[in-house]
C-alpha cells in the first residue's frame, strides 16, 4: 500500500521556524515528483512547492525565500524546511505525489496532513 | 489571489446532474485536474489530465473543458458527493501548481 505519513506540525511562535516530514512506504521519492500543499483553516488549497526528480524545485510566491523543500533518500523522505514563520503560514500542510505531465498538473496521493499553528 | 476562478458554492437535487467550472488564462494551454475534499479529510483526486478517472472513481464523474474554462460534471448525483470539489492546473508561467477557491456543492 502507498502511503504518505506527514509529521512535524505544532505551535510555533511567530518567526520562528519548524521541519516537517514525509515519510513515504509504497513509493520511492527519488523517482517521484513530491510536493507540499496547505490549507488554512476553513480556507482553499494552496500549492506550496515541488521537488523534481533532477533535484529542481520550485515555490509559490508566498513562501519563496522562507521555505525550502528537501529529500533524504537513504530515508524515503521529503521535508519542508519553513523560516520567518507567519501567522498566514497556519495551515495544514500535506504532502502529495505530484504528477506533472506537460499538458496538466495533479495530485495522485495525499498524506493526512500535519496541522502548523503559528501564533504567541 | 488564485488564478483559477471557482464559483464558491453550487446545489443539486439528489439523482439530478451538476456542473462544477473552473476559469482561468492558463487553462487555454493545461488541463485541470478535480479533488473532493469531506470535512476533516484529506482531498480525493477524481479527474486527471483532461478527463481520466482514478481507480475507484465512479463514472458518474467527468470532465469537459472550452476555452479558459474547465468543467467537472456529476451525472446523478448522490448524497455522499456532497463535499468541497477543487480545480488544479499549472499556473500560466507553467512551472507552479495552482488550485481554485474551491465549490462547495450541496447535494438536496
Known amino acids: 500500500e502507498v502511503q504518505l505519513v506527514e509529521s512535524g506540525g505544532g505551535l510555533i511562535q511567530p518567526g520562528g521556524s519548524q521541519r516537517l516530514s514525509c515519510a513515504a512506504s509504497g513509493l520511492t521519492v527519488s523517482s517521484n515528483y513530491m510536493s507540499w500543499v496547505r490549507q488554512a483553516p476553513g480556507k482553499g488549497l494552496e500549492w506550496v512547492s515541488v521537488?523534481?526528480?533532477?533535484?529542481?524545485?520550485y515555490y509559490a510566491d508566498s513562501v519563496r525565500g522562507r521555505f525550502t523543500i528537501s529529500r533524504d533518500n537513504s530515508k524515503n523522505t521529503v521535508y519542508l524546511q519553513m523560516n520567518s514563520l507567519r501567522a498566514e503560514d497556519t495551515a495544514v500542510y500535506y504532502c502529495a505525489r505530484d504528477r506533472a505531465p506537460p499538458t496538466s498538473w495533479y495530485f495522485d496521493i495525499w498524506g493526512r496532513g500535519t496541522l502548523v499553528t503559528v501564533s504567541s | 489571489s488564485s488564478e483559477l476562478t471557482q464559483d464558491p458554492a453550487v446545489s443539486v437535487a439528489l439523482g439530478q446532474t451538476v456542473r462544477i467550472t473552473c476559469q482561468g488564462n492558463s487553462l487555454r494551454s493545461y488541463y485541470a485536474s478535480w479533488y473532493q475534499q469531506k470535512p476533516g479529510q484529506a482531498p480525493l483526486l477524481v479527474i486527471y489530465?483532461?478527463?481520466n478517472r482514478p481507480s475507484g472513481i465512479p463514472d458518474r464523474f467527468s470532465a469537459s473543458s472550452s476555452g479558459n474554462t474547465a468543467s467537472l460534471t456529476i451525472t446523478g448525483a448522490q448524497a455522499e458527493d456532497e463535499a468541497d470539489y477543487y480545480c488544479?492546473?499549472?499556473?500560466?508561467?507553467?512551472?507552479?501548481?495552482?488550485f481554485g477557491g474551491g465549490t462547495k456543492l450541496t447535494v438536496l
Open positions: 489530465d483532461k478527463d
Open positions: 521537488i523534481y526528480t533532477g533535484d529542481t524545485k
Open positions: 488544479n492546473s499549472r499556473d500560466s508561467s507553467g512551472s507552479h501548481g495552482v
